[in-house]
């Protein structure tokens, strides 16, 4: 069956660094496209950035753009999330993401505060 793993989330001070994890296990990693969301407290899901199936292509959203970095390492079945220059309104619990068959999967999430 299909798992989505995170970790690496934590408190940290605005302007400081955090990487996010996402293993993978029980599909073709290799083969699929990647994606991190995050939800805030009282807020909607939002999708954070997109990574192709063999790395060479992502996206991201505005708000994240120039801060963060997604990158995977197929061999480790595992998607990264570089988040630099944190704010405030980065503070969220972090979710990764694959779609198969139009069938939407997610981790548990991590847990991102960004706090003075």
């Known amino acids: 069956q299909v798992q989505l793993v995170e970790s690496g989330g934590g408190l940290v001070q605005p302007g400081g660094s955090l990487r996010l994890s996402c293993a993978a296990s029980?599909?073709?990693?290799?083969?699929?496209?990647m994606k991190w969301y995050r939800q805030a407290p009282g807020k909607e899901r939002e999708w954070v950035a997109t990574i192709t199936s063999a790395g060479g292509g992502t996206k991201y959203a505005d708000s994240v753009r120039g801060r963060f970095t997604i990158s995977r390492d197929n061999a480790k079945n595992t998607v990264y999330l570089q988040m630099n220059s944190l704010k405030p309104e980065d503070t969220a619990v972090y979710y990764c993401?694959?779609?198969?068959?139009?069938?939407?999967?997610w981790g548990q999430g991590t847990q991102v505060t960004v706090s003075s």
């Open positions: 993401n694959t779609k198969r068959y139009s069938y939407d999967y």
């Open positions: 029980g599909f073709t990693f290799s083969s699929y496209a």
